[in-house]
């Protein structure tokens, strides 16, 4: 039976001139505000992404090293630009794959995130072929101990984030927030960091209540306390994207200069050889 892989992504704009195409998908059809546009826009001018995306080729080199390591095909699909989900169910289906796994690159679940994934690679397959998926891995052992020895041995406060999403959730049952609090939990008693906390990050002008606090606010409690250094271990992202080139090495670095504080974070998994060896074990388990 040939297995196939499709590795998901939320996506990026490849070049400046993608930015409102791309923003337009991410509203779905709802009524863009010109001056969120124009905020977005500057974001990626100010991190020099004027034709050629970094931030994609990492999501490539990630797929390119888990092909080798499983040795099996595996095929790109973003949910909000190309390739597409539909796109890299189409080339597994093509090479005549019989099952597919897919992963999300993203740890934990809700249902406001990782099952519109899932939803759009089952409607992509059609039940063309047996669909394995990977609802949630936020405690697979190799994620843990790469971030613990991310932050092993520091003598900073360590906060955890992930992005935000409406606080809703919370009274739909959604595991996301718990998920996040194990992870964190179990990345620190494995690094033997006493001192940390968690806090959202990226939340999105909807409107509505998000999750808190957002990491601003929480650096603003930090000092207060009497907190003069902060490592940042973002455990809900493993790539370096917006979110955390923006909202942590800009915003939340602005912040802490603010406030006089100290303020770093931790290299991202990307494609380090030991983040493509467990992405590897999940889809092996996965199959």
Sequence with gaps: MPDAVVLMAYGSPERLADVPAYYADIRGGRPVAPEHLEDLVARYRRLGIEESS??????EEMRAALERELALP???????????????????????????AGLVLAPHYSALSIKGYRDQL???????AELEFVDSWHDEPGFVDLLADRIRGTDAHVVFTAHSLPARILDMGDP???????????????????AWSFSFQSESPTGEPWLGPDILDHLDALHAEGVDHVLVC??????????????LDVEAQEKAADLGLRLERIEMPNADPAFVRTLATIVKRAL
């Design 54 to 59: 970094p931030l994609n080729a990492i999501t």
């Design 234 to 247: 973002p455990v809900g992202f493993v790539s370096d994207h917006l979110e955390i080139r923006w909202d």
């Design 176 to 194: 996301y927030k718990d998920q996040l609090l194990e992870t964190s939990r179990a990345v620190a008693d494995a690094a033997g960091v006493d």
């Design 74 to 100: 595996v095929f790109t699909g973003m949910k909000h630009w190309t390739p597409r989900i539909a796109d890299a169910a189409e080339s597994a289906l093509a090479g005549g794959a019989d099952r597919v």
């Design 122 to 128: 089952e409607q992509a397959l059609d039940g063309r």
